[in-house]
């Protein structure tokens, strides 16, 4: 009986589309990581919509993370913060607001 060689397999694995998507997958999810962090960067410098109810002052957005009973639903709570005063507030968001 003759076995395959690795090599021999690896060329049978190269004939079937889904096999080739697999393999590009790491480089995209790399791809898809680094403008995740470069969004998630913009964000975060973007001043929130809301105003300091201490001072008035435009808020930061912060941290964004899931909220800790719906967040398997999608809801998430963000961080709020004020760089003039130092106030600090959670807002949750709902799925599909941003
Ligand atoms: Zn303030």
């Known amino acids: 009986m003759v076995f395959p060689t ?8 190269e004939k079937i589309p ?10 995209r999810i790399s791809a898809l990581e680094r403008k995740v962090a470069e969004l998630e960067r913009q964000l975060a410098e ?3 919509r809301d105003a300091c109810p201490s001072c008035g002052k435009p808020l930061t957005i912060g941290e964004t993370r ?5 967040g398997v639903m999608g809801m ?5 913060r004020c760089a003039a005063c130092g106030f600090t507030t959670e807002k949750e ?5 941003v």
């Open 46 to 48: 973007r001043p929130a």
């Open 76 to 80: 998430r709570v963000r961080g709020l």
């Open 18 to 27: 889904e096999w080739t998507g697999l393999m590009r997958l790491p480089s």
């Open 93 to 97: 968001i709902k799925p599909g607001e």
């Open 6 to 13: 690795p090599s021999d397999i690896i060329k049978v694995l």
């Open 66 to 70: 899931p909220h800790p009973t719906f």
